[in-house]
């Protein structure tokens, strides 16, 4: 990820998407195959959603985004299939910070102005989300230094391999 001004259109869901809606529990003998696995991303909450999303694109959506089990392969695919950034009301906490080790921003907002297609801008320094489409201004908190350079990275082992350790 290089930048902390990201651009792309909505793609929205509603509440309570689960581990096993991003990837299906059937393609768990994909996991060695994460291309392949790829293609079904977020296929049991939008069947269509891995033909649709362009990169540069964020998913939207309601509460508890990504509950259920703890499944590292759930924010890798979505990265995957060209995602930037996750904006969601809340999530489950492991999915938060499986998230930010793969280098994927999870972003909690108030997601109910944002409408599926909408244009966003969002600024990770300044935690700030422009919906171009109807003008609203959203905000999320700060995200910390040391996770703004663990995204910029890449996620964290990219990070760690770099750095070696954290410097706080």
Known sequence: MSGTILKGKALK????????????GRYAHLRS??????????EDAD????????????IVAGKNFGLGSSREHAPLVIKMSGVKAILVKSAARIFYRNA??????????????IDDGDELE??????????????????????????????????LIPY????GDFKL
Do not use: R, W
């Not at 689960?18 to 990837?23: A, G, L, N």
């Not at 195959?33 to 977020?42: A, C, D, G, I, T």
């Not at 700030?128 to 999320?140: P, R, V």
């Open 13 to 24: 869901f509603g509440d309570n998407i689960s581990t096993d809606h991003i990837i299906p």
């Open 33 to 42: 195959n994460l291309p392949e696995l790829s293609k079904h991303v977020m």
């Open 47 to 58: 069947l269509e959603f891995a033909a649709k999303v362009k990169p540069g694109d964020f």
């Open 100 to 113: 930010i080790n793969q280098g994927l921003p999870l972003l909690i907002c108030n997601t109910g102005k």
């Open 122 to 155: 969002v600024n990770l320094t300044a935690g700030t989300i422009k919906d171009l489409t109807n003008g609203a201004q959203l905000t999320f908190g700060k995200i910390p230094p040391v996770m703004l350079k663990i995204l910029d990275e890449g996620g």
């Open 160 to 163: 760690i391999k770099k750095y």
